[in-house]
T-cell receptor, first 115, second 113 residues
Framework: AQSVTQLGSHVSVSEGALVLLRCNYSSSVPPYLFWYVQYPNQGLQLLLKYTSAATLVKGINGFEAEFKKSETSFHLTKPSAHMSDAAEYFCAVSPTTSGTYKYIFGTGTRLKVLA | EPEVTQTPSHQVTQMGQEVILRCVPI?????FYWYRQILGQKVEFLVS????????KSEIFDDQFSVERPDGSNFTLKIRSTKLEDSAMYFC???????????FGEGSRLTVL
């Protein structure tokens, strides 16, 4: 069984500051891991994905995430926040073994960027 | 780039009415999904569909819900008798086998009055 925990339902950072959004997962098999961003009243946009290749994954809009198996974490970072980064961010886990490839989403973290 | 398309983008209905949400998955994908997101909450799995049958469903997916792929391209979610608590954004998704990456549609917002 898989599960995802996102620590912090709301995170505020100043423009230009480091963004760190936390995601820890639980999985009985090697996982695929994903970060999605959702802007108000819009759908889910894939930011980046870990599919068992490089542990440091670079995504769109300057975001990256590092898969740390020992810590069961997949935290999302961005060196310098921009006002346009304000959105809701969801971490998701999926099993790598064949099956339904069902995603389990975390509860989301709403990022606020302060001018 | 191929994408998952959903219609309608927004539907308003009266409680007790039937609603059908439509999705066209990416053409060479084999697994299809519906997810739901109640306003301000997380994205929840409803059902997965493979080889013309439901492969897994959540406890949310009760007898009021059904899915079908009537013509090999469309993938529909039907809610037989809508309730106020069915108001949500419904996302369709599809995946190619062996990649694990879901491709999501833009969502259909359902408002039940």
């Amino acid at each position: 069984a898989q599960s995802v925990t996102q620590l912090g339902s709301h995170v505020s950072v100043s423009e230009g500051a480091l963004v760190l959004l936390r995601c820890n997962y639980s999985s009985s098999v090697p996982p695929y891991l994903f970060w999605y961003v959702q802007y108000p009243n819009q759908g889910l946009q894939l930011l980046l994905k870990y599919t068992s290749a490089a542990t440091l994954v670079k995504g769109i809009n300057g975001f990256e995430a590092e898969f740390k198996k020992s810590e069961t974490s997949f935290h999302l970072t961005k060196p310098s926040a921009h006002m346009s980064d304000a959105a809701e961010y969801f971490c998701a886990v999926s099993p790598t073994t064949s099956g339904t490839y069902k995603y389990i989403f975390g509860t989301g973290t709403r990022l606020k960027v302060l001018a | 780039e191929p994408e998952v398309t959903q219609t309608p983008s927004h539907q308003v209905t009266q409680m007790g009415q039937e609603v059908i949400l439509r999705c066209v998955p990416i053409s060479n994908h084999l697994y299809f999904y519906w997810y739901r997101q109640i306003l301000g909450q997380k994205v929840e799995f409803l059902v997965s569909f493979y080889n013309n049958e439901i492969s897994e469903k959540s406890e949310i997916f009760d007898d009021q819900f059904s899915v079908e792929r009537p013509d090999g391209s469309n993938f529909t979610l039907k809610i037989r008798s809508t309730k106020l608590e069915d108001s949500a954004m419904y996302f369709c998704a599809s995946v190619r086998e062996n990649t694990g990456e879901l491709f999501f549609g833009e969502g259909s917002r359902l408002t039940v009055l």
